[in-house]
């Protein structure tokens, strides 16, 4: 490790961001009933109107429905947003230098949360997520500046200090968001005239705002300015890249797409497999968060000393694989949860695997090419509640994760065509 000062640094950032990030997501569905049934915060009428359209083509008509419908269309539109602007932060940050851009996304972030603190419709709550959407190109930023100071011996094991931060901030973030939903409750009903001006979630937001100023603080006076690389005029674009380079990002994709997709209907399979109730629920994702959080943090530097990262992801996709068969099985939901043991370890070898292997390859090209791969991460989460729920609900649990077995699979087949980093060349 070059220095590890900025390294700490950096991983506290995530953890913030990610902890600001997730604060929301105990609190959609109240969320969207607030919006929706409030007598004075209530939808605009085109928005209620295109929810109505829908409504009559899918036959949703319990309220249950429509916010699960508006969750999933927010959560798209969140994640092609950074889908699209992600790879532009990323290759700004090539240019002008990784902390400026960490400052300047940040203070976007901030500035998103404290529309949020303002939300008193939901059309502005909305402009908050879509702001937020556009300004949250962090993470691949973050992850270009951490392949910058690490050398190539420790890189593995930082990329998984990295997912162990994210899983950190996806453990405390959601149970935050009830407290801190709750407190905020607490208030507004002891001094009933602060409900003239403020909605029941706005200390969720305003801890959110805090924690961004936090990083935008620790940015600016603890991060050393790296030095502006030198970007050879590439043609930078998918279709330049190496073939090699194409084939870890559409692998990437649909590895996160298939994991996100379990992600989004295991909250379901949960729910009416065995009938667990929303802070049960809570529980079991704490569960499956804090493995993840432990095996990112320990498993890849273990394995880096003995394997290659692509061994990493063939080793991975068949540990995430074999956990959706072991899943269908189960009947009992402490054997479920044993069941994800597997699938725990293996995202904490593919991540870290995948984002080691594509540092190495990106040449000053670190910042776009790391940027671009979160940003098809992003893209997959964009589609998955999408596609992951159609196939949810049209054929059952069984076949979707039999399904998932099965694009795993392809997924290590891919893997089997990587070329070692040395042999590659970035662009055409």
């Known amino acids: 490790m070059k220095n590890k000062k900025p390294v700490f640094i950096l991983l506290v950032m995530i953890i913030l961001d990610f902890v600001g990030f997730s604060l929301i997501f105990p609190l959609v569905p109240d969320l969207l009933i607030f919006y929706y049934t409030h007598p004075v915060y209530t939808l605009d009428v085109w928005i209620l109107n295109i929810v109505k359209n829908i409504q009559e083509q899918i036959s949703v008509y319990k309220i249950e429905n429509i916010v699960l419908l508006m969750g999933t269309m927010m959560g798209s539109l969140y994640s092609l947003l950074q889908f699209f602007f992600s790879p532009f932060w990323g290759k700004l940050s090539d240019k002008i230098g990784r902390k400026e851009i960490l400052v300047l996304t940040n203070l976007g972030i901030g500035l998103s949360y404290l529309v949020w603190f303002f939300s008193y419709s939901f059309i502005f709550f909305l402009i908050s997520r879509i702001l937020n959407g556009i300004m949250a190109g962090n993470l691949g930023v973050i992850t270009a500046y951490l392949s ?20 950190l901030g996806f453990i405390f973030g959601p149970i935050l968001g009830g407290i801190f939903y709750f407190l905020g409750k607490l208030i507004l009903n002891h001094f009933i005239e602060l409900q003239n001006f403020l909605h029941p979630f706005f200390l969720c937001s305003l801890v ?30 998918f279709l330049s890249m190496d073939q090699n ?81 072991f899943i269908i099985i189960t009947n009992y939901i402490y054997v479920s949860l044993i069941c994800l043991l597997p699938l725990a370890l293996g995202n904490s070898l593919v991540q870290p695997a995948v984002y080691s292997y594509s540092s190495k390859i990106a040449e000053n090209q670190k910042g776009y090419i790391l940027s671009f791969l979160r940003s098809m991460g992003s893209f997959a989460r964009a589609i998955s509640p999408l596609s992951g729920g159609a196939l949810y609900w049209y054929f059952g649990y069984k076949i979707t994760y039999i399904l998932f077995f099965f694009i795993c699979i392809l997924i290590f087949f ?9 042999e590659i060349q970035v662009f055409s």
């Open 148 to 167: 910058d100071i690490s050398d190539e011996k420790n890189r593995t094991h930082t990329m998984g200090l990295m997912g162990m931060s994210i899983g």
């Open 414 to 422: 891919m893997s089997l065509n990587l070329k070692k980093s040395k």
């Open 245 to 325: 380079i194409k084939k870890i990002a559409i692998l990437n994709f649909f590895y996160m797409l298939v994991f996100t997709s379990f992600e989004f209907t295991f909250t379901f399979f949960v729910k009416f497999k065995f009938l667990l109730n929303p802070t049960q629920i809570g529980f079991v994702f704490f569960y499956l968060g804090f493995f993840v959080a432990l095996f990112q943090g320990v498993i890849p530097k273990v394995f880096a000393k003995k394997i290659t990262e692509i061994q990493m992801i063939r080793w991975g996709t068949v540990f995430v694989s074999f956990s959706f068969l």
């Open 208 to 237: 959110s705002f805090i924690l961004s100023m936090l990083s935008v603080f620790l940015a600016i006076f603890f991060l050393e300015k790296t030095k502006k690389t030198e970007v050879k005029k590439y043609n930078i674009s």
